[in-house]
């Protein structure tokens, strides 16, 4: 067998554990469902869930290995990273001065474009962080057992668990935070509280990523 039923039961409850605790990934997640609406939320859930899976792949074949092994390129992404952050933050702002043109008006539905563009956005936010693949690296190999061969079959298995359980929770917060953006958007000032909480969520983000050096 590939992997020991009883370390991928551990794992998963880790897995768990560790997407409940408040970080980066669930922070833009519930930020774009207070602004944007339940369906944006499960989009950024999915988003962050795709970045995720590039990190798996990249992880599993020595790529992240390398990023670490070279702290100029883990800083140029690291501060690209910072960058995209900062701009989604102006957008955001940029937002919320424009949400009183819609006073009183019930959130729109977003169309082929604006779901693409949610989701690309919290993909990017997920891989603008080049310490998810250092944690990859940090936390698979506890259960990863080289005895049992195909070391990167096992990691890209472990790496889907991750990624389904943390889409359930993900998902479910994009959810919930949708339903009571939509619950409150339709108050002009609380709809631009709302961006403005966004585009503040993003820029810690971007300062948080921009400071922590390793």
Same mark, same amino acid.
């Given at each position: 067998?590939?992997?020991?039923?009883?370390?991928?039961? !551990?794992?998963?409850?880790?897995?768990?554990?560790?997407?409940?605790?408040?970080?980066?990934?669930?922070?833009?997640?519930?930020?774009t469902?207070?602004?944007?609406?339940?369906?944006a939320?499960?989009?950024a859930?999915?988003?962050?869930?795709?970045?995720?899976a590039?990190?798996?792949?990249?992880a599993?074949?020595?790529?992240?290995?390398?990023?670490?092994?070279?702290?100029?390129?883990?800083? !140029?992404?690291?501060?690209?990273?910072?960058c995209?952050?900062?701009?989604?933050?102006?957008?955001?702002?940029?937002?919320?001065?424009r949400?009183?043109?819609?006073?009183?008006?019930?959130?729109?539905?977003?169309?082929?474009?604006?779901?693409?563009?949610?989701?690309?956005?919290?993909?990017?936010t997920?891989?603008?962080?080049p310490?998810?693949?250092?944690?990859?690296?940090?936390?698979?190999?506890?259960?990863?057992?080289?005895?049992?061969?195909?070391?990167a079959?096992?990691?890209?298995?472990?790496?889907?668990?991750?990624?389904?359980?943390?889409?359930?929770?993900?998902?479910?917060?994009?959810?919930?935070?949708?339903?009571?953006?939509?619950?409150?958007?339709?108050?002009?000032?609380?709809?631009r509280?709302l961006?403005?909480?966004?585009?503040?969520?993003?820029?810690?983000?971007?300062?948080?990523?921009?400071?922590?050096?390793?």
């Amino acid at each position: 067998m590939l992997v020991d039923p009883q370390e991928v039961a !551990a794992f998963c409850l880790a897995a768990l554990l560790m997407s409940l605790a408040p970080g980066p990934d669930m922070m833009f997640i519930t930020a774009t469902g207070l602004s944007s609406g339940p369906r944006a939320g499960l989009l950024a859930a999915v988003g962050v869930s795709a970045g995720l899976a590039v990190h798996t792949s990249a992880a599993a074949l020595g790529l992240g290995a390398v990023l670490e092994a070279f702290p100029a390129a883990f800083t !140029a992404v690291r501060i690209a990273g910072a960058c995209y952050l900062v701009v989604l933050a102006v957008l955001a702002f940029r937002d919320a001065v424009r949400a009183g043109a819609a006073a009183g008006a019930a959130p729109r539905a977003a169309g082929g474009a604006g779901r693409l563009r949610v989701f690309v956005r919290a993909m990017l936010t997920n891989l603008a962080n080049p310490k998810v693949i250092v944690f990859y690296l940090a936390f698979f190999p506890q259960f990863i057992d080289p005895s049992r061969g195909h070391v990167a079959a096992q990691f890209f298995l472990l790496g889907a668990l991750f990624i389904m359980v943390g889409l359930c929770v993900d998902a479910a917060a994009g959810l919930l935070s949708g339903r009571l953006g939509d619950a409150l958007r339709r108050r002009p000032l609380v709809q631009r509280v709302l961006h403005a909480f966004s585009g503040t969520v993003f820029a810690g983000l971007a300062l948080r990523l921009a400071a922590d050096s390793r």
